[in-house]
């Protein structure tokens, strides 16, 4: 269902993709992205911004694609990974999380200060250090990512 809003991709409108619920889908490990899925990568952007009050992060799989890639709202800004994989963390905790694709919160650890090895949407290679919040998104979509479910 279109928004208006236009995308990076030319198109004359966003792609809002329907919410993925199934959890033996949601469940599958994802496959490596490739240059080939960035359409998948504004697809995500332009539907988590259509959820923008109900939710902070996504990942691929939650609009029906298993494939290595989330996007999430970094301190104001949506951000796009493709292929991200935690490569330190420090401070653990524990917290309660809820998900748009489940009902209800559940318990799960966290840690306060990640490091991510990911590529952007021009497939060049990143390394950034998150905390805080946008540390603890990053955590649940790359779970999504491995098929973990909180």
């Known amino acids: 269902m279109p928004n208006g809003k236009g995308s990076s ?9 329907p919410i993925m619920r199934n959890e033996l889908v949601l469940q599958q490990p994802s496959t490596a992205a490739t240059e080939a899925d960035l359409p998948i990568a504004q697809d995500l952007l332009d539907t988590l911004a259509a959820h923008r009050h109900s939710c ?20 104001g800004a949506y951000l796009a ?11 653990a905790y524990e917290t309660e999380e809820g998900c748009l694709s489940l009902a209800g919160t559940r318990p799960t650890t966290r840690y306060r200060t ?5 590529q952007d949407l021009a497939m060049k290679p990143r390394v950034k250090t998150f905390t805080g919040f946008t540390a603890q998104i990053i955590q649940h979509e790359i779970d999504h990512c491995n098929g973990v479910l909180i």
């Open 9 to 17: 991709r030319g198109k004359a409108f966003a792609m809002i993709r």
């Open 56 to 75: 902070v992060g996504m990942a691929a799989n939650m609009i029906g694609e298993v494939k290595r890639i989330i996007a999430f709202d970094n301190e």
């Open 81 to 91: 990974m493709l292929n991200p994989e935690i490569v330190s963390r420090a401070g």
């Open 114 to 118: 990640i490091k991510v090895s990911y």
